[in-house]
């Protein structure tokens, strides 16, 4: 199957939508005003037998809808609570995500007990064998000097920066999908600008200072030159 030998590919692009669509909604909330904070949840499955129905609604208007098993499961999924980007999926789905290259998001297994068997998937046994759910990448805590903390800001610079790790495919994924956001309606347009200034001065701009403070201290000046 095309589609089978593809799934890295897709996954790939996939996974790098849904990153960028729930940080989207984690820092701007879509332009909602509110007390009440929201988030988004991503349940990603491979269909093998799935079929595709055309419903005509009348005065010359169809839409499209998609069946299947796997359909049913990616729906219960989504109900699940994962680390950012909140995304719980299937193994296959991961492995061939891993193959394809260079990873945005890390995955560890999830074997549901009893309970959220019958919490999410009304007691089905079906699908919820080999499961995967995002995680934080986080390395492990020790004490940092002022020398790693700089070195460590720096390679949080470099990553953010994208064009430094010559990943063209993901920057042009994701101006793609900063233009297709951009190109709705006003919301949209308003949304997107928000994000962008968050991530240029409130989260890149200030770590940039912070690592020019630190490297400003007289210690860190003097074991530079040694």
């Not at 299947?68 to 109900?79: E, P, Q, T, W």
């Not at 990448?137 to 010559?166: F, H, L, W």
Request: hydrophobic share 40%; net charge positive; with cysteine.
């Amino acid at each position: 199957m095309g589609l089978h030998r593809e799934m890295g590919q897709r996954s790939a692009r996939v996974f790098e939508a849904l990153w960028h669509l729930s940080m989207l909604i984690n820092i701007t909330q879509l332009g909602v005003r509110g007390d009440r904070k929201f988030r988004i949840r991503h349940g990603v499955t491979y269909e093998h037998d799935a079929l595709l129905i055309e419903i005509n609604e009348g005065d010359g208007v169809a839409r499209l809808d998609i069946i299947g098993r796997a359909v049913v499961l990616a729906f219960r999924l989504s109900g699940v609570l994962a680390a950012f980007p909140h995304v719980v999926t299937q193994e296959e789905v991961v492995s061939a995500y891993k193959a394809h290259g260079r990873t945005t998001i890390g995955f560890r297994r999830w074997r549901p007990t009893k309970d959220d068997r019958l919490r999410h998937f009304k007691a089905e046994k079906w699908g919820t064998r080999f499961l995967m759910m995002s995680h934080d990448r986080r390395p492990s805590i020790r004490t940092m000097n002022t020398a790693d903390t700089v070195r460590a800001g720096k390679r949080a610079i470099a990553y953010a920066q994208v064009e430094s790790r010559g990943d063209e495919s993901k920057v042009e994924f994701a101006l793609k999908f900063m233009e297709k956001f951009g190109s709705g309606p006003e919301w949209c347009r308003e949304t997107l600008k928000s994000y962008l200034e968050f991530v240029r001065n409130d989260l890149l701009g200030t770590l940039k200072k912070a690592v020019r403070m630190l490297e400003s201290q007289p210690s860190n000046r003097a074991r530079r030159r040694k």
